[in-house]
């Protein structure tokens, strides 16, 4: 499976952006769970966001909770990431990964599959 993260840029603080990940490959034959993570200059990668297989359940870190949505349009084998009133501690690198897991998971290690990142700018 290969993921391909775009959509970052600069944007204003209380602005928006989405984020798109595109997987290809062995695809959506079987529906991976997948998850959005960022990773700011100096710190740990961070868990975002996750949605299940089939996209009724999603789970949110707690910074962004009531700011992000993430979303799936499995016949277009695409994850979404909405992400509204955004402040300069959202600056970050976005990575969407997807894993076997039947489960949404929080810590990179139990992802299978990363994609490169997209970088996401927010000025004050």
């Known amino acids: 499976v290969q993921l391909q993260a775009y959509g970052g840029g600069l944007v204003q603080a209380g602005g928006s952006l989405r984020l798109s990940c595109a997987a290809s490959g062995r695809t959506f034959s079987r529906r991976y769970v997948m998850g959005w993570f960022r990773r700011a200059p100096g710190k740990e990668r961070e868990f975002v966001a996750g949605i299940s297989g089939s996209g009724g359940t999603t789970d949110y870190g707690n910074s962004v909770k009531g700011r992000f949505t993430i979303s799936r349009e499995n016949a277009k084998n695409t994850v979404y990431l909405q992400m509204n009133n955004l402040t300069p501690e959202d600056t970050a690198g976005y990575y969407c990964?997807?894993?076997?897991?039947?489960?949404?998971?929080?810590?990179?290690?139990?992802?299978?599959?990363w994609g490169q990142g997209t970088l996401v700018t927010v000025s004050s």
């Open positions: 990964a997807a894993t076997w897991k039947d489960r949404i998971v929080t810590t990179t290690g139990e992802y299978d599959y």
